[in-house]
Structure formats: C-alpha cells, structure tokens
C-alpha cells in the first residue's frame, strides 16, 4: 500500500449527511437480499455530480462501519482536474497493465474504513485495459477484501468505459442532475446499460434545490406543479433509489 494518505473533505452539513444515510440504508437492504458488494456510479453526461456523490456515498458507507474502496475508473481525465487530485499517482491504470500489484495502488484516507484507489497515469487503450484479464482479477480481489467498492466511471455518453464497468461488477447506480438530464439521455443510458446486460439497481437525483427535496419527501405531488419536461423525469425516476440532495455537497474536496 503507499504510504500517501489522501485527505477527503467530508461535508458538515446535516441535509447532505442525512441524504446520504438514506442512500446508504438503500444499497444496505439491497445488499443483503442480493448479496451486491461492486458498484459502477454512472452518468449520462459530464458534470452531473457523480464524483461528488461517489465519494460522499463511500464516506456514508464507511462511517456506518463497513470497509470500503473508492475506485477512479475514469483513466481519461488528467489527474489535476480530479477531486481528489495528486500527481503521478500508481493507480488503476498501472495494475491493468501489469505494471504494479494492486497493494502498491492503493492508499489509505483519513476517512476510517475508507481507501482510495487512483486512476494511475492516462492509458492509451483504457477500453482494451477494462477488458483485460487483469480487470476481472482486480474484481475477484476486491470482493474478499473489502465489503463494498465504489467505481466512478466516466459519463455513459462521452465513452465506452462505463458501460463496460458496469456489466462486469453487481450493480449500477445512474446518477442524474436534477432539472438538466433529459428523458431521451435517462432512457439511451438506460438501453446502454441493459444491451450489456449491467445490472441497473437504481437512479439517482442529484442537484437538488433544499426547498424541493424537502417536499419531495412530503409528498410526490409536489412535482406534478413542475414543467412537463421535468415532470416527466420526475415522474420516471420515483420508481428508483430516493435521492440526495446536493444542497451543500462540496464542489471541491
């Protein structure tokens, strides 16, 4: 394991702490009537949350005593634009190409129960490496080490990445922004997902505004007020896991 230790922001604010929990309880239940340990976080596009709500989720899962790592699988993006950003560090990418043994890309974190395992430096052939014997060594590995992984994958519709991480771990969680992700990208995610038979136990909505996931819990009617291109998201994603809100997850870790 290297010895550097990452410092991960774990927000204050009691909405957020509490939304998580909910989520958490959620994959908790899940888990124990379908024994899922791997999860891939998804999107539909960029920028719709999912990082921030991986690593809140895997300090959530951590802070209710259970061992956890939190895997950067997205090996396209420059280590200086990650939330958890540290240069040149060993990571995924090193251990699929046999250059490393997964001990050596693994930190610690100062969250208990939590590690953390780097994208590595910017592969070539990301697609090639997820496909890899080594890919599916590093699955077997995980499961008896830790109690639950956390991928964060690359936006559904930028990269083939995702999708194939998430047909190859238990389950995936779709994460969707509130107000902005459209039906037609929530259902092509979707059919992505499914044509490679990954296991979609969810979708979560992100970026909400206080005021609304305040009423949301009171009452769904609460949505029925709301345009009907939101309505229709809405209405489409309460079949699906509760959602967090984001008022207050930090945009910077």
């Not at 124990?32 to 991986?54: D, I, R």
């Not at 590690?115 to 080594?134: A, D």
């Not at 389950?171 to 990954?198: C, H, N």
Request: glycine share 6%; hydrophobic share 35%; proline share 3%.
């Amino acid at each position: 394991m290297q010895l550097k230790t990452f410092n991960v922001y774990n927000n204050s604010n009691k909405a957020v702490h509490d939304a998580y929990d909910m989520l958490t309880a959620k994959i908790h239940i899940n888990n124990n009537e379908k024994k899922l340990k791997t999860f891939a976080l998804a999107s539909c596009n960029p920028k719709e949350g999912k990082t921030s709500l991986a690593i809140s989720l895997a300090i959530s899962i951590a802070h209710s005593g259970w061992k956890v790592l939190l895997v950067d699988a997205d090996m396209r993006k420059p280590t200086n634009e990650k939330r958890l950003n540290q240069e040149s560090q060993l990571g995924l990418s090193e251990y699929l190409s046999g250059k490393i043994e997964l001990n050596e890309g693994i930190c610690e974190t100062n969250i208990t129960n939590l590690t953390y395992l780097s994208c590595g430096m910017n592969p070539n052939n990301p697609v090639e490496l997820l496909c890899s014997v080594r890919f599916k060594q590093l699955l077997e590995k995980v499961q008896s080490n830790y109690d639950y992984v956390l991928f964060d994958t690359p936006a559904l519709e930028s990269v083939a990445d995702g999708s194939i991480i998430a047909s190859h771990v238990d389950a995936a969680l779709l994460v969707v922004e509130a107000g902005t992700t459209s039906m037609k990208s929530l259902k092509r995610a979707k059919e992505q997902l499914a044509s490679l038979g990954a296991n979609l136990t969810g979708v979560v909505l992100n970026k909400m505004k206080r005021r609304d996931y305040k009423k949301y819990y009171g009452s769904y009617d609460y949505f029925t007020k709301a345009r009907k291109t939101k309505r229709s998201l809405l209405g489409y994603l309460k079949n699906f896991l509760l959602p967090p809100s984001d008022q207050g997850i930090p945009k910077n870790f």
